[in-house]
């Protein structure tokens, strides 16, 4: 499986902070807020990912990334001319999914919880259809809502109603098979001139192939698209790492335990942060 980190857009909500600089680039705590949906995938076991931004960002993300191979990962990045949709993603990265299946994330998520990476590990495995998670929200109205039956079958999918028929919101992460270019190739533009995700999941709802799972009490899913949402994610990661003493979206300790790079690969990345986050790798390296 392939991985799509969705790091465009403007940003507009967070201005002034984001005038100048990519909203995904903004720390959350002490790493930037791209680590945490690469985590994701990382945990996932994904390891070619695709990141797509807008064009005068892709540079900084080059920077901070490369090719990925200090990671044991293979990164590709491709530009998003204007906004068109969370969908458009598919149809920028066809090239690069080519015939495998492929899980997108949304740059500006946060997942935590326990036992998440074995749900993530059965997603990365699909071979027909699609799985997306749900979470309950107090403010269903701003999220692709989702409607399940007494028997948690799913129901309807509704971007943002006004009148929300349930409570769970579609988080940003997703997971398709290779049909997904074929399905988004079939979406028209919404009201807003976007091609809705919720659209692509209606297309595989359609064909009985989609799969909802619910990430329950115990999970942690944020946004961080408002001042206010990257200031709680921020304490909420700083309250996690100093009461427990790992790090959240650690991405070199998971390339680490995932067994693609090595003991020594693990130091020398160290060696670059003179800082509490470099003692944390050696310490890691110690073990």
């Known amino acids: 499986m392939k991985g799509i980190i969705l790091a465009g857009g403007s940003g507009t909500r967070l201005y002034p902070a984001t005038y100048s600089v990519s909203k995904q680039l903004l720390p959350i705590y002490d790493k930037p807020m791209i680590y945490y949906p690469l985590s994701t995938l990382m945990l996932a076991g994904i390891s070619e990912i695709l990141i797509i931004s807008n064009p005068e ?26 906004p068109k949709g969370i969908a458009d993603a598919f149809l920028l990265g066809e090239p690069f999914i080519g015939d495998s299946p492929v899980c997108l994330i949304l740059g500006d998520n946060l997942f935590y919880g326990s036992q998440f990476t074995p749900k993530l590990r059965r997603a990365s495995n699909i071979d027909s259809g699609a799985i997306i998670f749900a979470y309950q929200v107090n403010d269903p109205q701003n999220y692709g809502v989702v409607e399940f039956d007494s028997s948690l079958q799913v129901v309807s999918l509704e971007e943002k109603p006004q009148k929300p028929k349930s409570k769970f919101a579609a988080t940003g992460l997703y997971f398709y098979d290779n049909h997904v270019i074929e399905y988004a190739k079939l979406l028209c533009p919404s009201a807003r001139g976007e091609l809705e995700i919720t659209d692509l999941n209606k297309e595989y709802l359609k064909r009985k192939k989609l799969e909802v799972q619910l990430l329950q009490r115990g999970f942690a899913w944020l946004d961080t698209g408002s001042h206010e949402n990257l200031l709680e994610s921020s304490q909420f990661v700083k309250t996690i790492e100093h009461r427990q003493g790992f790090k959240i979206a650690c991405i070199e300790e998971i390339a680490y335990r995932n067994g693609w790079i090595s003991n020594s690969d693990l130091r020398l990345i160290a060696a670059k942060y003179p800082n509490q986050y470099g003692k944390y790798l050696n310490d890691i390296s110690s073990e």
């Open 57 to 82: 960002f892709l540079p900084f993300y080059k920077k901070l990334f490369g090719s990925g191979e200090q990671l044991g990962l293979s990164l590709k990045y491709v530009a998003q001319e204007e």
